[in-house]
């Protein structure tokens, strides 16, 4: 069974920073890629960040410059720091990973979320 837990997730003042943590667990056999999405109230859930397994990095318009995506293979883990944090940053924030499971083949798995709360 593959898991992706997240953690980070908080509120902060505006202009603060705060870095997200995902782990995935379960029979990996290759972790294809790793990204960040978020949701806001009332609206639809997007894309923030992604990373592939070879370190190529993609990110929104809105975020560049201010967040930064990493992570770390041998741990399935990606993180996501954001600095400049901005009262629109405001979201719930989901994992995505890209895997390949040992006897399942090639899927798409989600985290549960985790609250980011920007003050102004």
């Not at 980070?8 to 870095?19: D, H, N, Y």
């Not at 370190?55 to 770390?72: E, H, L, P, Q």
């Amino acid at each position: 069974q593959v898991q992706l837990v997240e953690s980070g997730g908080g509120l902060v003042q505006a202009g603060g920073s705060l870095r997200l943590s995902c782990v995935a667990s379960g029979s990996i056999f290759r972790n294809n890629a790793m990204g960040w999405y978020r949701q806001a109230p009332g609206k639809q859930r997007e894309l923030v960040a992604s990373i592939t397994l070879y370190g190529s990095t993609n990110y929104a318009d809105s975020v560049k410059g201010r967040f930064t995506i990493s992570k770390d293979n041998a741990k399935n883990t990606v993180y996501l720091q954001m600095n400049s944090l901005q009262p629109e940053d405001t979201a719930v924030y989901y994992c995505n990973a890209d895997l390949t499971i040992t006897n399942l083949g090639r899927n798409d798995y989600w985290g549960q979320g985790t609250q980011v709360t920007v003050s102004s």
